[in-house]
Every structure is written in C-alpha cells, then in structure tokens.
C-alpha cells in the first residue's frame, strides 16, 4: 500500500510514516498483502488500542491514539493599534497566535499582509524561533545621522548633496561597490553557519549598498523643538541623513535556507501554516540561525555605517548626532518574567527611553521616537506609514514623472525611485501616529528633501 491508499482507507497524515513502517514489516515478516493488508491497517485503526503492544503495528496504532487525542491549542490573544489594516494581516496575526508556542501578540496601525507573520507583527514565543516571523531581509533597519551644516546647504549646495548621495551608496538588486569597503564586521566569525560562510564574499562586496524596494537614501531637515540631552542637541532645525536598509543578498539566504529547514520539520498538523514553520532554540539548527541571524544584524548595522561614512565624507560634512534601530529582527527578552523570543516584523523596539526612527514616505515625515514601554505592544511600535496597495496596483495607478514633478513643486528632489514608492501607496504617517501615542513619544521630525531609491525596475528586497 502507497500514501494515496493509506489515506482512502482513513489514515490521517500524522500517521502515515508509522503506517508505511508497518505495512512492510506485515509484508516481509508475515506475508500480508492486498485484501488482507487493508482488512489488519481497518482493524488498527478501528481499535488501536489492541495493537499498542504488538511487535509490528505498535508504533502505528500509538500514533492513530495521539492523533485522535490532539486538540489544536486555540489561538492566544492579540492587540491591534490602528483601524487601517487589511483582513488578510489579520488572518495572518491569527494564523501566527495558534503556534502551539505563542506566547504574545500584537498588530501595529502600519500592519498590512506579508509573508508568514504580517509586516507590522510582534510575536512572541516560548523557546523557538520562526525565520519568516524575522523576514527574508533580515535586520532592515533605520539610521539617522545629523550633520554639522546649514540648513540652507540643501539648496544652496545641492548638487554637492546630489553627488554625495549618489557616490555613497548602490542600488539594485545584486548591487555592489566597485572596490570593497572596510569594516570590522568583516573580521567576526562568518563561519557560524555554512550559509554565512558561504555567503561572506558576497556580504563584503555588497558592504556599504542599498538594495531596492522600499529602501532610500535621503537628505531633509531635522527639527527639535525642545533640547534633547540624550541626542546633545539644541532646539533648532539641522541638516540629516536618514537611511533604510538591511542584510542584502547574505540575510535573504540566510532567511531561506533556515525557513527550508523549518518546513521540512514542520509537523503535520501545522501544515496549514508553512510560512510560520519554526525552529526549536534547543537545536542545532535553531542555535545556527540564532547566530547567523545575529551576525546579519551586526552586519546590517555595519552597512548603514559605511553608508553614513562615504556620503558624509563626500559631502565634507560631520555627524553630530544620530539614531538607529532594527525592525526585522528577533530578541531575547523578559516579559512577563519570562524569557521569550520577541520577533518583530516591520515593528520597532519601543522599550521605555529607547530611541528608534518611524519614517514615513518620499514625500513625508519621519519622526525620532522615545519608547514607552508599554507591555501590551510587547515593548513595539510601528516601522513606518504601511503600504495601503501592492507594487503592481502602484505601478498600475500612479505615473512617476507626473509624480516625481508634483513633488519638486514642494521642494523635495527625487533623483530615483519607481511608481511603487511614491507617497500614495502608503497610509499617512501622522494618522499612523497618532493612533500610537500610547507606545512612543516623539522626539523630533524629518522631512525628505533630496531622495534616492531604486530606480532600475528591479523587484522588492524589503
């Protein structure tokens, strides 16, 4: 008997390994072959538990018993911010909140659909890890560098600013610097995971770039309206360099090699839920994510940096002040009194004082953000304003150059960027807001003035 008849006969797919085991054994050991095979695996399933002892169905007969006494724990709980969000995020949310190991939840007001756990997610979890709860572009971040110029720079020495830009950085998927930039990242241990090491030359072409997607480059204004003493700045308007980015190339295989893994192990009751498949943080391949994920982290960290490096030595400027965060990432943290892993998919950390950076579009604010750490969001916030289409309803909707002109009327220069980025495709950034001053305090303002994105075509990395 094969998979297709197994299961004609009843056999659940929690079962069918056992099953398989069972009927060579009764084929080879005693000779049980067609007719007869299907009347003994009936009997086992009509009465399994007059077969747990035997030699032979044992093991088949103990799996039909816990397959018929397994209930599927009921989904835990989770809190939404925000009114503008998609019944297919919240079928995800739900989806994510009935692993047998949730812990936590909570949707953030920029939440749309994704893959697996919904951008805009925050999961918790007792003692497991789910690489697509993290996301393919692992680490994705934000950072914000003031620098010691005049407002009045961005004009009046614009092309200098255009030049810095557009010298500092690469776009597009596969993107690399013509020569190898310098960090210390590069001296970690990349041998972590086979897919790091594997990945390591890549990383280190790719240091320093941008990818496509929702990711930019941007210069704007900064504005402070009272001093901030953890910044060390005055109230007052200054020059900014605000970034968006991740792991690039390295992070997306890292992210698909280990959600591969996960599959594979998933069981069979979950099978419904294929994105979500996780790894146990007690083994091997639990622990190997862990520190690949780990070291992508420190990598795209260093990624901003060298971005922040090259564009403000070009510009011949220094950085005074600055910001930064993950918001595709996975923590170990308290709560609860418990330790738990927090994943966080397009979700800031919001801890009580901690400083993150909510950006909003090409053509709106972001806003530098003070954590209140409210335990309901799990210490979170949003990542940014949320996309309110997909990319080809974008492209399908807007013209870019129609945009692109609209947009310099108002004093903000996009040197690149596609139709599936302009400010349309997202929600407004200040009702994001406002439907989260429970979970951060703003500290200051951004506004956009020379942009660079991905203007190749090429497809997402974000």
């Known amino acids: 008997m094969n998979n297709s008849q197994l299961r004609r006969i009843g056999v659940p797919d929690f079962c069918i390994k056992s099953a398989l085991a069972a009927v060579q054994v009764l084929a080879k050991q005693r000779g049980v072959r067609g007719g007869a095979m299907k009347k003994q695996m009936r009997a086992v399933l009509a009465a399994p538990e007059d077969f747990v002892e035997d030699v032979d169905l044992g093991e088949f ?7 018929r006494e397994f209930t599927r724990p009921e989904p835990i709980e989770y809190r939404t911010w925000g009114s503008d969000i998609d019944a297919g995020a919240h079928h995800q949310m739900q989806q994510s909140c ?47 560098s003031v620098l010691d110029l005049p ?3 961005l004009d009046e020495e614009f092309h200098r600013c255009k030049h810095a830009l557009e010298g500092g950085t690469r776009f597009g998927v596969g ?16 041998t972590v995971s086979r897919v790091t090491r594997e990945n390591k030359d890549k ?24 001093r901030d003493e953890e910044l060390g700045l005055d109230a007052g308007e200054y020059v900014a360099l605000l970034s968006h980015s991740g792991s690039r190339g390295a992070g997306a295989s890292v ?43 420190d990598y795209a960290a260093a990624n901003h940096a060298v971005i922040h490096r090259l564009v403000s030595d070009l510009l011949g400027a220094a950085v005074i002040a600055g910001v930064e965060n993950h918001h595709n990432f996975a923590w170990k943290e308290m709560h609860g009194g418990k330790e738990l892993i927090v994943h966080r998919k397009g979700a800031t950390p919001a801890g009580a004082g901690v400083l993150g950076v909510i950006p909003g579009s090409m053509a709106d604010p972001a806003y530098v953000v003070r954590g209140k750490g409210n335990p309901a969001s799990l210490d979170s916030a949003s990542h940014g304003a949320g996309r309110r289409m997909s990319r080809t309803q974008a492209k399908d909707t807007y013209n870019f150059k129609a945009v692109k002109k609209d947009l310099a009327t108002k004093g903000i220069t996009i040197l690149s960027a596609g139709a599936d980025e302009v400010p349309g ?34 497809r997402a990395e974000d």
Request: charge should be negative.
């Open 425 to 458: 495709v997202y929600k407004n950034i200040d009702a994001v807001m406002s439907e989260q001053q429970d979970l951060v305090d703003i500290v200051a303002r951004f506004d956009p003035k020379i942009v660079k994105m991905c203007g190749d075509g090429s």
């Open 98 to 144: 009935s692993l047998p190991m949730a812990v936590g939840g909570a949707l953030m007001p920029d939440a749309h659909i994704g893959y697996g756990l919904p951008i805009g997610g925050v999961l918790a979890l007792d003692n497991a890890v789910v690489p697509y709860a993290v996301g393919v572009d692992i680490a994705c971040r934000m950072k914000l």
């Open 61 to 67: 007969a103990r799996d039909i018993i816990e397959d």
């Open 203 to 226: 990383a280190w072409r790719q240091l320093g770039t941008s990818g496509s997607g929702n990711h930019f480059v941007e210069f704007g204004v900064f504005t402070l309206d009272v």
């Open 151 to 153: 407002v009045a720079a």
């Open 175 to 190: 993107s690399t610097h013509q020569r190898p930039q310098q960090h210390d990242v590069m001296d970690e241990d990349w």
């Open 255 to 297: 992210c698909n090699v280990y959600s591969s893994i996960a599959r594979k192990r998933l069981p069979k009751r979950y099978e419904d839920v294929q994105r979500l498949a996780w790894l146990d943080m007690d083994s091997e391949a639990g622990q190997e994510y862990w520190a690949a994920m780990n070291l992508m982290g």
